[in-house]
């Protein structure tokens, strides 16, 4: 122990390493030395030889300085909101590093003098949804519902049906959120059943707004009765619909999931969604509507403390004006383009000795969209003793255990990472012998 002490790498010797050295550059010389005295500290508790000691600095010090790690998502969930939500399209990525820079955001190069902020990705939103008169881009889909009701009925009522009173994820409750503006939520109907008499029984002078809200992480099935978005609009108030998943245009592959062309069409004051749902782009709430009342929400003090930066911007308008974007890839793909990828793949394994079978998957939208909605896909499946080394290895291998297996659902897997796939199994079967 003693001895192995002694051997210990000084801090000041590691920093001074040529390799070190060359690596310093990517970090601050405080990150650098933080580095080093935890690298250190790991080989004084026998972590790491420490020979390896340098060896290790340059490794952690050798990518860009964030502790984010990207993932290869073969858990079959298209958008896995502990996973990021939606994988940006290559023309997003480029958008950022472009957006990254000084960039004529509020500036009319021509004139020199200030323009409006965001025009691009404006013009883009309503090209591609016609409906809307008017758009604005806030930081997501809770800040786009917030500012609505904000600007609209703060000091008066929101109506909401009691069906629609929900939960969105990690304890965060619509209905919370809507009492926090300062609104009062007047709440019609029943859990299951609401009729257009529940909801005109409660307009009145007090009325602010009525609130429509997708329930998209969970289905009501039996007897039911909602109440139509061409129906709530006739009734004199102003009617915010949240869609939540933020689908420009009805989908045949998601009969159940609303548009925001839809609802604008059947007479929706204003439709809020989200930008990293089914849109596929980056984290943004997405308001669209009628030229009046979007230019109240613009004009309301809380729009500031909600808007979106330029990165944002650039990448929501590559999305919109790029091609198909990974979240619709993941979508469409079927059983029979994924089953040949998924032969070829095991077949490698199997060749390296790993047992390895094609399996049927199913997978799911995610995100709190189309719920119960199956997506047939196909898994490479292995012993469920490789869940955990692949999360922990280099890439990252997010899998799914069900039935005692580990299936690698390719649904989310570019073609292109099948390589990588294949070598982070093929380097876990080889540590575990
Ligand atoms: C996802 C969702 C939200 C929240 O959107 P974020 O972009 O996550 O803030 C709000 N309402 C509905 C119906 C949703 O599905």
Same mark, same amino acid.
């Given at each position: 122990?003693?001895?192995?002490?002694?051997?210990?790498?000084?801090?000041?010797?590691?920093?001074?390493?040529?390799?070190?050295?060359?690596?310093?550059?990517?970090?601050?010389?405080?990150?650098?030395?933080?580095?080093?005295?935890?690298?250190?500290?790991?080989?004084?508790?026998?972590?790491?030889?420490?020979?390896?000691?340098?060896?290790?600095?340059?490794?952690? #010090?050798?990518?860009?300085?964030?502790?984010?790690?990207?993932?290869?998502?073969?858990?079959?969930?298209? #958008?896995?909101?502990?996973?990021?939500?939606?994988?940006?399209?290559?023309?997003?990525?480029?958008?950022?590093?472009?957006?990254?820079?000084?960039?004529?955001?509020?500036?009319?190069?021509?004139?020199?003098?200030?323009?409006?902020?965001?025009?691009?990705?404006?013009?883009?939103?309503?090209?591609?949804?016609?409906?809307?008169?008017?758009?604005?881009?806030?930081?997501?889909?809770?800040?786009?519902?917030?500012?609505?009701?904000?600007?609209? /009925?703060?000091?008066?009522?929101?109506?909401?049906?009691?069906?629609?009173?929900?939960?969105?994820?990690?304890?965060?409750?619509?209905?919370?959120?809507?009492?926090?503006?300062?609104?009062?939520?007047?709440?019609?109907?029943?859990?299951?059943?609401?009729?257009?008499?529940?909801?005109?029984?409660?307009?009145?002078?007090?009325?602010?707004?009525?609130?429509?809200?997708?329930?998209?992480?969970?289905?009501?099935?039996?007897?039911?009765?909602?109440?139509?978005?061409?129906?709530?609009?006739?009734?004199?108030?102003?009617?915010?619909?949240?869609?939540?998943?933020?689908?420009?245009?009805?989908?045949?592959? #998601?009969?159940?999931?609303?548009?925001?062309?839809?609802?604008?069409?059947?007479?929706?004051?204003?439709?809020?969604?989200?930008?990293?749902?089914?849109?596929?782009?980056?984290?943004?709430?997405?308001?669209?509507?009628?030229?009046?009342?979007?230019?109240?929400?613009?004009?309301?003090?809380?729009?500031?403390?909600?808007?979106?930066?330029?990165?944002?911007?650039?990448?929501?308008?590559?999305?919109?004006?790029?091609?198909?974007?990974?979240?619709?890839?993941?979508?469409?793909?079927?059983?029979?383009?994924?089953?040949?990828?998924?032969?070829?793949?095991? /077949?490698?394994?199997?060749?390296?000795?790993?047992?390895?079978?094609?399996?049927?998957?199913?997978?799911?939208?995610?995100?709190?969209?189309?719920?119960?909605?199956?997506?047939?896909?196909?898994?490479?499946?292995?012993?469920?003793?490789?869940?955990?080394?692949?999360?922990?290895?280099?890439?990252?291998?997010?899998?799914?255990?069900?039935?005692?297996?580990?299936?690698?659902?390719?649904?989310?897997?570019?073609?292109?990472?099948?390589?990588?796939?294949?070598? /982070?199994?093929?380097?876990?079967?080889?540590?575990?012998?």
């Amino acid at each position: 122990m003693a001895d192995s002490r002694r051997q210990l790498p000084r801090v000041d010797a590691v920093l001074a390493d040529p390799r070190v050295v060359a690596a310093l550059g990517r970090v601050s010389r405080a990150e650098a030395k933080r580095t080093v005295t935890e690298t250190v500290a790991r080989a004084r508790v026998g972590d790491l030889p420490a020979e390896e000691v340098a060896d290790e600095v340059v490794r952690l #010090l050798a990518g860009p300085p964030i502790q984010l790690r990207p993932v290869l998502n073969a858990t079959g969930v298209v #958008l896995h909101t502990n996973l990021g939500r939606a994988a940006l399209s290559e023309q997003a990525v480029d958008a950022l590093r472009i957006a990254a820079g000084h960039v004529d955001l509020e500036y009319d190069v021509v004139t020199g003098r200030r323009a409006s902020r965001g025009r691009g990705t404006t013009a883009a939103l309503l090209a591609a949804v016609p409906a809307a008169e008017a758009v604005l881009v806030v930081n997501n889909g809770a800040a786009a519902l917030v500012l609505a009701v904000t600007a609209l /009925a703060t000091g008066r009522d929101v109506i909401v049906s009691r069906g629609e009173l929900v939960e969105i994820g990690d304890g965060f409750r619509l209905p919370e959120l809507i009492c926090s503006t300062g609104a009062r939520i007047r709440e019609v109907g029943t859990t299951n059943r609401t009729s257009v008499d529940d909801y005109a029984a409660a307009v009145g002078d007090t009325t602010g707004c009525i609130v429509k809200i997708h329930p998209s992480n969970f289905a009501v099935v039996g007897y039911t009765s909602t109440v139509g978005v061409d129906v709530l609009a006739s009734l004199g108030s102003p009617l915010v619909v949240d869609i939540g998943s933020g689908l420009l245009h009805p989908d045949p592959l #998601l009969p159940d999931e609303p548009s925001a062309s839809a609802a604008l069409e059947a007479g929706a004051g204003l439709v809020t969604c989200s930008g990293d749902k089914l849109l596929g782009g980056p984290q943004a709430g997405l308001v669209f509507g009628r030229a009046e009342l979007v230019e109240r929400l613009r004009r309301h003090p809380l729009a500031r403390a909600v808007r979106v930066d330029k990165l944002i911007l650039a990448a929501l308008e590559a999305t919109l004006r790029g091609p198909s974007s990974p979240t619709r890839r993941a979508l469409l793909a079927t059983p029979e383009q994924l089953r040949p990828r998924a032969e070829a793949i095991v /077949a490698d394994l199997v060749r390296h000795g790993v047992a390895a079978t094609v399996e049927a998957s199913d997978g799911a939208v995610g995100g709190g969209g189309a719920p119960g909605q199956v997506l047939p896909g196909v898994a490479v499946a292995l012993a469920a003793e490789y869940a955990e080394p692949l999360r922990l290895g280099d890439p990252c291998l997010v899998g799914r255990v069900e039935r005692s297996r580990c299936l690698l659902d390719l649904r989310c897997i570019p073609p292109e990472s099948d390589t990588a796939l294949c070598s /982070a199994v093929l380097a876990v079967a080889a540590a575990m012998g």
